[in-house]
């Protein structure tokens, strides 16, 4: 009964492919995120949305394309892939917004050679 | 905005004695303060959290301090078992954007 999963674990693609990872929560919750995990571990919020809606784009390249298609879902989508996009993309819930009490999936790690 | 600073990166213990993480942050409008612990290959897990308006709680071993006026707050972890080897992070948001900002994480080591 995984509570946030997201697909694929593991990703290694070629410079200036477009790829996607999805997300699923069965909380019930309102809120999603996309996290962004460096190699030194720095966790950096991308997106946020509450019910569908984006509450947070955080400067994030437009290359990176979230797409909710109900509150359970959120996915992200990257086109033209760079070698720094490489990283540990992590999805995440919470039952209200403000950050608080967040729900992490167990991550997908993008390789781009 | 906000920005977390946390101290120190790597902190190795003898199983059996306390372990004890620092963090400051720069928002005084920050409110909202998570602690997060990361094992190898999973995703970071909410392991206690504290508001601004409450200055210390305790979950059996782990226990949190905030200092509002200094703008810092702490993990304490007591009596600590090979288990508590992990990354642990901490955070703050202000609760307005949901927005929560990370600091950089401690590595924690306990030897058996």
């Known amino acids: 009964d995984t509570a946030v999963s997201q697909t694929p674990k593991y990703l290694v693609t070629q410079m200036g492919n477009d790829k996607s990872i999805k997300c699923e929560q069965n909380?019930?919750?309102?809120?999603m995120y996309w996290y962004k995990q460096d190699s030194k571990k720095f966790l950096k919020i991308m997106f946020s949305y509450n019910n569908k809606e984006l509450i947070i784009n955080e400067t994030v390249p437009n290359r990176f394309s979230p797409k909710s298609p109900d509150k359970a879902h959120l996915n992200l989508h990257i086109n033209s892939l760079e070698l720094g996009d490489s990283a540990v993309y992590f999805c995440?819930?919470?039952?209200?917004?403000?950050?608080?009490?967040?729900?992490f999936g167990s991550g997908t790690q993008l390789s781009v050679l | 905005g906000e920005n977390v600073e946390q101290h120190p990166s790597t902190l190795s213990v003898q199983e059996g004695d306390s372990a004890v993480i620092k963090c400051t942050y720069s928002?005084?409008?920050?409110?909202?303060f998570p602690w997060y612990k990361q094992e190898l290959g999973k995703g970071p897990q909410l392991i206690i959290d504290i508001r601004s308006n409450v200055g210390e709680k305790k979950d059996q071993r782990i226990a949190v301090t905030l200092n509002k006026t200094a703008k810092h707050f702490s993990l304490h972890i007591t009596e600590t078992q090979p288990e508590d080897s992990a990354v642990y992070f901490c955070a703050a948001s202000d609760n307005q954007g949901g927005k929560l900002i990370f600091g950089q994480g401690t590595e924690l080591s306990v030897k058996p």
């Open positions: 995440a819930s919470s039952p209200a917004g403000g950050g608080e009490k967040l729900f």
């Open positions: 909380l019930g919750h309102d809120t």
């Open positions: 928002d005084s409008a920050s409110n909202y």
